[in-house]
T-cell receptor
């Protein structure tokens, strides 16, 4: 079975500062890794995903995540955050030929003006 | 495309009442699922379906029933609501087969059981 750990439940950061949201996973098989974002009172939206190939993946709004197999991590980073990045961020893992996703408990990112 | 739609957006029930949360998608996705979201617990899978007529249990299925008579619809039924079922419920859909398929989420239903 797979599991996901998001170590930080809340991350406050000042506007234009860098941020890292941590995600670690456990799995006995190869996995696919995802970051989803949830804005207030909305559903989840895909931010970025790692399937194979380059271990560094990027989103269209400046976020990036790096798959590190040896450390079983998939941390999310952004070099300069904006107020509009305030949201809940979920790391998720999926494996095998099924579609079951396992989500972390989420990290609430608050960008302070 | 409307994507994944859910109704109602908000609902208040009394303990013991029953109700159905509706979910529909217009993307011809085979896979549909229901999650509940609780503070500090992330999203937990309740039930899922890989196609019409096929359903299976997820991590927290007790107290919930589902059916899948069409590709488009995947209703979630609460037979006898309990305060522990107070939560935000999300429906999601995707293509089925490979685990790398993105899941598309509905806007959620906020349920309160008193």
């Amino acid at each position: 079975a797979q599991s996901v750990t998001q170590l930080d439940s809340q991350v406050p950061v000042f506007e234009e500062a860098p941020v890292e949201l941590r995600c670690n996973y456990s799995s006995s098989v190869s996995v696919y890794l995802f970051w989803y974002v949830q804005y207030p009172n909305q559903g989840l939206q895909l931010l970025l995903k790692y399937l194979s190939g380059s271990t560094l993946v990027e989103s269209i709004n400046g976020f990036e995540a790096e798959f590190n197999k040896s450390q079983t991590s998939f941390h999310l980073r952004k070099p300069s955050v904006h107020i509009s990045d305030t949201a809940e961020y979920f790391c998720a893992v999926s494996a095998g030929t099924g579609n079951q996703f396992y989500f972390g408990t989420g990290t609430s990112l608050t960008v302070i003006p | 495309n409307a994507g994944v739609t859910q109704t109602p957006k908000f609902q208040v029930l009394k303990t013991g009442q029953s109700m159905t949360l509706q979910c529909a998608q217009d993307m011809n996705h085979e896979y549909m699922s229901w999650y509940r979201q609780d503070p500090g617990m992330g999203l937990r899978l309740i039930h899922y379906s890989v196609g019409a007529g096929i359903t299976d249990q997820g991590e927290v299925p007790n107290g919930y029933n589902v059916s899948r008579s069409t590709t488009e619809d995947f209703p979630l039924r609460l037979l006898s609501a309990a305060p522990s079922q107070t939560s935000v419920y999300f429906c999601a859909s995707s293509y089925y087969g490979l685990a790398d398929y993105e899941q598309y989420f509905g806007p959620g239903t906020r349920l309160t059981v008193t």
